[in-house]
């Protein structure tokens, strides 16, 4: 296949190769690796003979190959585990049990997940405005007082860590103004307005930071744009600045906006760490922290394949909408 279908079908097929490849090296990381698996998935606290049940449960006896398979098969079309009494069956896509809690792996995720998915989304929303908005305002007013203003404003943001700009937003907002209430996740389907509502302030601590990478991003594609000979062509036609700007300029810059924010989705679902613990959010990125400090393999490894997952995927549409953009790409 030629053209844009041909290039769709090429990236589908690569997101499915670094799929697999992810889910290899998770393996290999986390089960091929010196010492007792089965006395580490357990944890400290298990008895020989716990020990014993869960190097069955895990295979360790079996060939590397064909543990993988298994492993393989699990998130393809699920499997049973033994819980001791009974057989539980862990449908597709199984990540494992969790050997903290006895639960599958893709249910925690599944409940923890919507959290996640609200803090980003929308922090995504408001670092796009934010950012792409300060960045054309400061390629726009070039060399004037305000450009450097927002040039201080943003190289401030990007320097600022998240936490420090959370407390801050806390203290001010929530505790001198009581402009809002101290965060507490309320489900969308409960009460989307208390949603929102509560997830104002860690949208806004989580864009803040965001927003001062795709303004430095913006203003440099915008500069280089406003620096080549089309551009110039139109101002000699007497086209309007502020045409250049929304009709020309802007859309060359989409390309790297689009690709910056691909991986700042993709990497923030999992890497929203300390917002998620500084608002007290129960999502997969508080859950991780939890898992790896009582040493829960199983929930470890489910967490970083799906958060490679969304990596990839966020990377593979970002490579799409790269195309609509500049269909050069698609002849590449």
């Known amino acids: 296949m030629s053209g844009f279908g041909g290039f769709v079908l090429r990236r589908l097929v690569g997101t499915v190769i670094t799929l697999l490849a992810i889910s290899v090296i998770v393996y290999v990381v986390f089960f091929v690796t010196p010492g007792n698996v089965?006395?580490?998935?357990?944890?400290?606290?298990?008895?020989?003979?716990?020990?014993?049940?869960?190097?069955?449960?895990?295979?360790?006896?079996?060939?590397?190959y064909v543990r993988y398979w298994h492993f393989l098969q699990g998130i393809l079309v699920g499997q049973d585990y033994s819980t001791g009494t009974s057989v539980e069956h862990c449908s597709a896509p199984c990540l494992g049990m969790s050997y903290q809690g006895g639960q599958q792996v893709t249910q925690l995720i599944f409940a923890k997940l919507p959290v996640s998915l609200s803090l980003?989304?929308?922090?995504?929303?408001?670092?796009?405005?934010?950012?792409?908005?300060?960045?054309?305002?400061?390629?726009?007013?070039?060399?004037?007082?305000?450009?450097?203003?927002?040039?201080?404003?943003?190289?401030?943001?990007?320097?600022?860590?998240?936490f420090v700009i959370g407390l801050v937003l806390m203290i001010i907002v929530c505790g001198q103004l009581r402009l809002l209430p101290f965060p507490q996740y309320v489900s969308l389907s409960d009460d989307p307005e208390q949603w929102a509502w509560n997830l104002l302030l860690p949208w806004l601590s989580l864009a803040l930071i965001e927003a001062a990478t795709f303004a430095r991003l913006t203003r440099a594609s915008m500069l280089e744009t406003l620096a080549e000979d089309h551009i110039r062509t139109f101002r000699a036609y007497g086209v309007g600045e502020r045409s250049i700007i929304g009709r020309h300029a802007l859309r060359g810059a989409f390309a790297p906006i689009i690709a910056l924010n691909a991986n700042n989705v993709g990497g923030a679902i999992g890497g929203a760490v300390l917002t998620e613990t500084l608002f007290g959010l129960p999502g997969i990125g508080q859950e991780l922290v939890h898992a790896v400090n009582v040493v829960d393999l199983p929930v470890v490894v489910g967490m970083v394949l799906v958060v490679g997952f969304f990596v990839v995927i966020a990377n593979a549409v970002a490579d799409v909408l790269y195309a609509v953009a500049d269909r050069r790409v698609v002849l590449a």
Do not use: N
């Open 120 to 162: 980003v989304f929308g922090a995504m929303i408001l670092w796009l405005i934010l950012g792409v908005g300060t960045g054309v305002l400061s390629a726009w007013r070039r060399g004037r007082i305000s450009e450097r203003v927002l040039t201080g404003v943003t190289l401030a943001g990007v320097a600022t860590p998240v």
């Open 38 to 64: 089965a006395q580490i998935t357990c944890g400290p606290r298990c008895s020989p003979e716990q020990v014993h049940q869960v190097a069955q449960q895990l295979r360790l006896d079996d060939p590397l």
